[in-house]
């Protein structure tokens, strides 16, 4: 920052004569009343922070002009303060080239983009999209009089989720907590999880429905092919015979064979089934008794709970052991009758595919038996008997060769869509971890920890634990307390303390990158009287030494104590007469001095 005026509106407007910023510090040093704030929230106002002007000023001044320098590059900023501090028009001239400005929120972005800044897309309070504003990140650099002294960070527009941990992020270059980008796509991941479970769902149905019945091992699909080539094999040595009755009666004595196997492998499966199906029955039946004698048991234990001789007091927990395993059992009884009544339906649906099997199979052995024992039936007929029959149990072994295959593509289809659902879990899972494993987050943590220590004791800050801690939202805690805590005893100065400490960790942490654009702390005068005039001193030094290290300059106003400055350093006094003091703003005629930002 190079140099501050105020100008006037109208000839009795009030003005400021050019403030001159100094290479380092910058002092103004005056009795309360006589203009210090005003003149740092025009600074501020030129930085494009919300207007927070008295109507005397509102109704005198017209325009606050800041001439500063970025990267070697002239900037110049003029902000219109306007007739209520809810309007907003500035210039911004950077480099020979100029833009307007209407809101706070343009005014921001072209400020950011030209100080080589690139906003984040934030979540609001709301879980709506945000920016920040230069509102929303001065003050991590800003310590505005009054509430500016009471907590690590204080914001006009407090409407960023985590909005303090946010804002150092941003500042220090590191990624967001509470990218909106993310949020979007994690909404989108999460309706393309469900989406995908909705098929994984439907799929599972279809599989259901079609491994019914269905013996979809590799040993059983191996028995069909053996048995599809023997059939094949056996039709095509019928339609070569030379003796067709012969190899025909042969044939169907064979067929007649099997089907008696058959037969008899479907008996045996069916009465297991219903023997299951029955024993089934009866296990629900106890689980059904055993659920009613819990239902008494629990019965039992109210009315005991509701004889004062017992529990003289309501829930007085006697029982309490038993309420418990009550509950536990009730819902693991419960579940045992689910799985129950599921095996019921499958082997219940199999016992009817069974029986019309069976059904079947006795038609067809009947076919074969009417054949073989008819004596009327030519040996041409049983011939073309054999081979429909063979035929039929070509196609039925295909058939089941088919639906065997048909099963095994839906698995597949199955596997695949359960595997897209495991990558879009992970890809939900490595967003909903952002910020938790952020290292570098973590390092600056660690860092300011340190720091804070650090500047606690050049403030001599006491009765305040150096155990510091500071979570992922950025909350300072002192052995477990928080500022707020501290400062709800009472110890106004401790607080102010605490804060000055972490505003000065916070700036030395970022200084530490020479790359780094906002290279000021403007501090706009603590409540001296709650602090000791020698430990303002050493903390002022302190900044002092690290602003003339790190290329940084440091704005501090006072009313109590005038700190000395240096050769690099500026002073801005009071330079309008007024009624009773000399005053920052005022007439032009009313000007004492031609010189007010001096070097000492």
Not at 588 to 598: C, G
Request: with cysteine; proline share 4%; hydrophobic share 35%.
């Amino acid at each position: 920052m190079k140099s501050l005026q105020i100008e006037p509106l109208g000839e009795a407007g009030w003005e400021s004569p050019l403030l001159e910023v100094g290479l380092r510090t910058t002092m103004l040093f005056a009795p309360n009343g006589s203009g210090k704030t005003p003149i740092i929230r025009a600074l501020a106002s030129a930085l494009g922070f919300p207007n927070k002007f008295r109507n005397d000023i509102l109704e005198k001044c017209k325009a606050v002009v800041l001439h500063a320098e970025s990267e070697s590059k002239p900037l110049t900023i003029r902000r219109v303060i306007g007739a209520t501090n809810t309007e907003f028009y500035a210039t911004i001239d950077f480099d020979g080239k100029q833009t307007e400005h209407h809101s706070e929120g343009s005014f921001s972005i072209a400020l950011f983009e030209l100080l080589g800044l690139k906003p984040p897309r934030l979540v609001s309070n709301k879980g709506e999209e945000a920016q920040p504003y230069i509102s929303t990140l001065l003050p991590v650099f800003y310590l505005i009089q009054g509430y500016g002294y009471s907590a690590a960070y204080k914001s006009p527009n407090p409407f960023i989720e985590d909005q303090f941990a946010e804002m150092v992020r941003f500042a220090f270059g590191l990624n967001p907590k509470h990218s909106y980008e993310v949020k979007k796509n994690l909404i989108e991941e999460k309706s393309a999880l469900e989406a995908q479970t909705r098929k994984i769902v439907g799929a599972q149905r279809v599989l259901e429905y079609q491994s019914r019945g269905v013996d979809a091992s590799d040993a059983n699909q191996a028995v069909l092919l053996r048995t599809v080539e023997d059939l094949i094999q056996q039709i095509d040595a019928l339609r070569a015979s030379v003796d067709a009755k012969g190899t025909a009666s042969s044939a169907l004595s064979e067929m007649l064979r099997q089907k008696d196997v058959q037969i008899r492998a479907r008996q045996v499966e069916l009465f297991d089934l219903q023997n299951r199906v029955a024993g089934i029955e009866t296990i629900r039946a106890e689980i059904d008794g055993e659920v009613k004698t819990l239902g008494l048991n629990e019965e039992a234990r109210r009315v005991f709970t509701s004889f004062q001789e017992i529990c003289r007091v309501p829930n007085c927990g006697l029982f309490l052991g038993s309420t418990e395993s009550y509950g536990k059992n009730l819902l693991y009884l419960k579940d045992q009758i689910k799985d129950l009544e599921r095996n019921s339906l499958r082997a219940e649906i199999r016992v009817e595919q069974l029986q019309e099997r069976l059904g079947e199979l006795g038609v067809e052995r009947q076919t074969l038996v009417d054949n073989l024992d008819s004596p009327t039936t030519s040996g041409v007929d049983q011939l073309v008997t054999a081979v429909k029959a063979l035929t039929k149990q070509l196609v039925d072994a295909q058939s089941e060769l088919g639906r065997i295959s048909a099963l095994k593509d839906e698995r597949s289809k199955l596997f695949e869509l359960e595997k897209e659902r495991d990558r879009i879990q992970d890809r939900i899972d490595g967003l909903s971890n952002t910020g938790r494993a952020d290292n570098e987050f973590k390092k600056l943590r660690l860092t300011l920890r340190e720091l804070t220590v650090k500047w606690m004791q050049t403030l001599v800050t006491q009765n305040v634990s150096t155990n510091v801690d500071i979570d992922l939202n950025l909350r300072f805690t002192f052995g477990g307390e928080t500022i707020e805590t501290i400062g709800s005893g009472g110890t106004s100065s401790t607080t102010i303390r605490l804060v000055l400490a972490i505003h000065a960790a916070l700036f030395e942490a970022y200084l530490s990158d020479k790359s780094r654009p906002f290279r000021f702390l403007i501090l706009d005068t603590p409540k001296q009287e709650e602090l000791h005039t020698a430990d303002l001193a050493q903390y002022l030094k302190e900044l002092e030494k690290m602003c003339e290290a790190n290329n940084a300059q440091l704005v501090f106003s006072s009313t109590e104590y005038d700190h000395p400055i240096g050769p690099k350093d500026k002073r801005w006094l009071p330079a309008y007469s007024g009624p009773d003091k000399p005053m920052y703003l005022g007439k032009r005629e009313d000007l004492m001095v031609h010189n007010t930002s001096t070097t000492r």
